[in-house]
């Protein structure tokens, strides 16, 4: 199983980027999946979680209207546009999945079981 975020970089604020997770060694589509971020000296805090493909997204209230989570099951890929970003965005982001039953839950609130390494963002100001 393996979870592999990239995407991440320097940014202004203000600027955009697009984060990708490529997943292999599970049944993608039987998958939901979140991205996570954890900040210097804070706790790892949900972002926003897709249920499975054509479901419910969900997003933390500091990101709405500005990320937007999306999956692409052909490319066993889950993305995280990320626009208007922030100092406050600066974190790692790390994306992870846990096995879905439906189309509306926030799987994200609950345990996940794959978690991949993260990739690090850095908004300047």
């Known amino acids: 199983v393996q979870l592999q975020a990239s995407g991440g970089g320097l940014v202004e604020y203000g600027g955009s980027l697009r984060l990708s997770c490529a997943a292999s060694g599970f049944t993608f589509n039987y998958y939901a999946f979140g991205w996570f971020r954890q900040a210097p000296g804070k706790e790892r805090e949900w972002v926003s979680c897709t249920a499975l493909f054509g479901g419910n997204e969900y997003y933390v209230g500091s990101v709405k209207g500005r990320f937007r989570i999306s999956r692409d099951n052909a490319k066993n890929t889950v993305y995280l546009e990320m626009n208007n970003l922030k100092p406050e965005d600066t974190a790692v982001y790390f994306c992870?999945?846990?096995?879905?039953?439906?189309?509306?839950?926030?799987?994200?609130?609950?345990?996940?079981?794959?978690w991949g390494e993260g990739t690090q963002v850095t908004v300047s100001s």
């Open positions: 992870a999945a846990r096995r879905a039953r439906n189309l509306r839950t926030n799987y994200c609130l609950g345990g996940m079981d794959y």
